[in-house]
DNA sequence: AATGAATGAGCATTCATTCAT
DNA sequence: CATGAATGAATGCTCATTCAT
């Protein structure tokens, strides 16, 4: 358990380092000095500077699934309305990367040119963010609350870049420039402000 | 004349190169691999390999002041419905970033710890896009056809972000998956339709 | 203390090479090769080229200064004869050139252009022997042995120049022209007679 | 004709940055830039770098043979008085190197790891100029002006080293420390001074 | 387990020289 | 003769990784 502890904090400095200057600025060499261990220390837990960063990676590809992609299953569709089903979904997205800036900032903003394995986690929960809205689109139709002939792909990545990019904005950027960090749910309530009317059909009192 | 087209040529190898593997992971020798020069004429055209991916940079930012930002502040609000305008703009953006895919991959996929030059240029055009869009929607607010009390940067970050992400998937990802390119048409069609009716006030009849 | 020894040797290594072929024909190439060390394992010694000749350069003055400069002080210009004070310390500076010929060779054929540091380096050594011996000169003036009208830079500057140039033909050119190498005593007795009748007063017999 | 002049000029410029950078960092670019003519221009008049640096030290070694070395050999050492002849050749020398500051400065701070051709050329004048000493002192020793059992050559070593120490000192350094730059004949006074009594047997009044 | 000295492939950059125009 | 674009061997330095202690 201790040598857990120790890997957390090895991989707490790396997390730190890679958000502020990227994989290949961030060099072994600083990792070691701020986790204060020695060079072959830092081997003894994580086979190469690849590993570490792809293990970062999956915790927070595995922190999302449960996290947001699981949570949101539980969300019976039947008894909440549906806009407020969207809102709930953009809010723990939010609520995700704002929980943690360093991870957000490593992933919202990735580099070209990472080796393969790293690109194929990252497009892996790229992609399962965007099957996950696709499906939910998929039920909002299904359920008719969502106009059958909109092209879900676009609407998903519509969404997606959307919210992506308000949380690198307001939560994984170092220095913010709009003064105080934004309230989560006042962002929620703006977006949905701004998506909801395209994207439901109205209910007429009568169902 | 002949040198002008030289440096293109080195410039278009480069930014190949930049697209697919970044910057770190492009190499100069790869850069004058592909352009067929000897490693010294490289440092003839640029100063150093930092020179040519802001010159990269820099020709990106000018073609988009010039043909995105320019080109907007000729249409002429009075006489265009403001919906109209809105479109106009997204699907410039969009025709933008299909046009160059290779400096929208770069751009759009720009990794940390890049040198502190390129980090302030990618800024400056992130600003100028964000400033741009922000005056729009202050514009709408004052002709009173967007709603007074929405948070403007929150929507300028809604808009860029969904217009970015787009423009990535459709336009700047080398394997596409989704079958045939989009066209930038239809992708503006259904962006407008998903956003303009939260955005833009409804007109009633009588005005 | 073994890492001492290590960057001993190193700098061993490098003060022959650098003795040998000047300061640019010097490679750091030649240096790990004659070291026997990895290429990596110089910089972990040395943060680059310039360091470890400045090291050298730095190593060389401190000696001057404790085996040269700081002895002078201790003798006695009271109970010893001006002409003698003078034997010794010529003797002192020949001994000091002819114990280490290798870094006599880099120091006494300095090129020019080297980085300011450097030049910073040998300047410093070179105004110190100089007022070392100026100082002297002052002090045979004031004690009546030497003429109070000759001009001390000029004096100065022929003993350094006369002083060092024999130390460079005799004890520092890789080659020896002149058969055996010559004895230090042999040397200094030859300076004396050249110069002493000319620089001290004659001590008529009553004083 | 013409071209003689335009090499003269590209010489120029060449010393000028070879007496401030040395041979290594003065580069073919500066001297182009300085002379005003193309890179392949410089090509016409010198094989190489090497060759338009040992252009300079053979113009200077002739110099030097026809300004100080011939013109000694013209003196009559029967009808003028030793002293004055040996005062003659340290002023002639002095005011060799002062006629000359940047070849002096060229000449007097020759690095080490110069090719070959160049070292030969520098250890060629520099024994002519040993060699002509000792053949003086000789000449002085069989004309029983200079006493027989001093060392010849440590003698000359001392002799050159001086002047050239105090040569470089006065008139080859950029920033001259001592204030007004010295006159030649006011130290060749100095030198004289110093050097004589010990180096001249005394004629007594009856020869 | 922990250490940190040693490693060496790899990279950006320089600069004297060539040669087609 | 003059030009200057092109060349590429050579060099200093970096940094992820290994391994003996």
Redesign the interface.
Known sequence: MDREKRKEQILDCAKKL?????????QISDIIRDANIARGTFYRYFTNKKDIFVTLLENFYERWVSEVSLKRKMMDLETIPPEEHFRHRVQQSLQFFAGDPYLS??FL??????PPDMENTIKRLENQILELIVKDLNLGIKHNNIPSD??V???A??????????AY?YFAEPAKQ?GAV?DVE??TD??C???????FLKHTGAK
Chains 1, 2, 3, 4 share one sequence.
């Open positions: 890679f958000a502020e200057h990227g994989y290949y600025q961030a900032r490593i903003r990735m580099g070209l040119g990472l909109i092209d792909t676009v609407t990545n519509l969404l997606i870049g959307a919210t992506l990019r308000i904005y709009g934004k006042a962002i703006e977006i402000r701004i998506v909801l009317p395209g994207l």
